[in-house]
């Protein structure tokens, strides 16, 4: 009850952002993400992780975001707990898709985070709490290319709440879900304006083909503060492949 509860409060907050903006200064957008995220499981607790995210505007076509980040998970024993950490890399292009500059911002993240999985017959309902640490490369006085090195911005906390309900199993090992969830962002430091960040709505569908291979393509409404006060307001297509890999224990 209380999870249930404590998620009830969650939505209820994470709806607010959104109405909220209805009279601020927004800039819409439409953008694609692509994504391969790979797990190799080390034994039935550990785990090591590497994702690849490619981000591009629509209209007109230009690359918004290139990600790569690597982490490694350990289970809780059967609690349904998990922690990780990892490390990522992010190539910020310009957020004006129309813009004349040229120029990739290098950024370094750190992350923890800690995940609980719970199940409802067939309902699951997964919660992530994700903490990390920016570091953004440092740009020329102009701003129209970079300095040497990098400086600290910030840290984001992140707290996603994800379901997903099987609808058709074909086969087996063939299954498709329904999923929905939604994701809420808060910043804290020196060198941030404004304690909200962003919130993520998330609605789609997901397919396992096997044991060890399934894609989701899920619509995502994406509403972000900037630094000036205003609101990058988004619309979101996104297609993910999850690979997992069989153990190293099993390949020997």
């Given amino acids: 009850m209380k999870a249930i509860t404590y ?12 109405a909220s903006i209805a009279q ?13 995220f790979l797990t190799l499981p080390i034994d039935e607790n550990w785990s090591v992780g590497a994702e690849v995210q ?12 290139l990600s790569l980040r690597t982490h490694v998970h350990r289970k809780l024993g059967q609690s349904g707990w998990e922690v990780s950490a990892g490390f990522a890399t992010f190539f910020q292009s310009p957020n004006n898709p129309r813009s004349e500059l040229d120029l990739v911002e290098p950024e370094l993240r750190a ?3 800690m995940a609980y999985k719970q199940k409802f017959e067939k309902l699951t309902i997964d919660h992530r709490y994700r903490a990390e640490a920016r570091y953004f ?3 020329n006085l102009e701003k129209t290319g970079l300095a040497n090195g990098y ?11 994800l379901a997903s309900y099987p609808i058709w199993k074909i086969n087996e090992n063939q299954v498709l879900k329904v999923i929905a969830g939604d994701e809420l962002m808060v910043q804290a430091g020196k060198k941030i304006s404004y304690t909200f960040d962003q919130n993520r709505i998330i609605a789609g569908l997901g397919l396992s083909i096997s044991p060890f291979l399934n894609v989701e393509a899920t619509y995502q409404k ?17 297609i993910v492949v999850n690979h997992r890999l069989s153990t190293i224990k099993t390949q020997k």
């Fill in 54 to 65: 490619e981000r591009h505007f629509i209209h007109p076509f230009a690359q918004q975001q």
């Fill in 151 to 161: 400086y600290f911005g910030g840290f984001r906390f992140r707290y996603r709440i």
């Fill in 222 to 238: 994406w509403i972000n503060q900037r630094q000036n006060g205003a609101y990058f307001n988004r619309d979101i297509v996104r």
């Fill in 7 to 18: 998620t009830s409060i969650f939505l209820l907050m994470s709806f607010l952002p959104q």
């Fill in 137 to 139: 490369h440092k740009l």
């Fill in 24 to 36: 601020k200064d927004v800039t819409h957008q439409q953008l694609i993400w692509y994504g391969y």
């Fill in 111 to 113: 992350h923890i985070e």
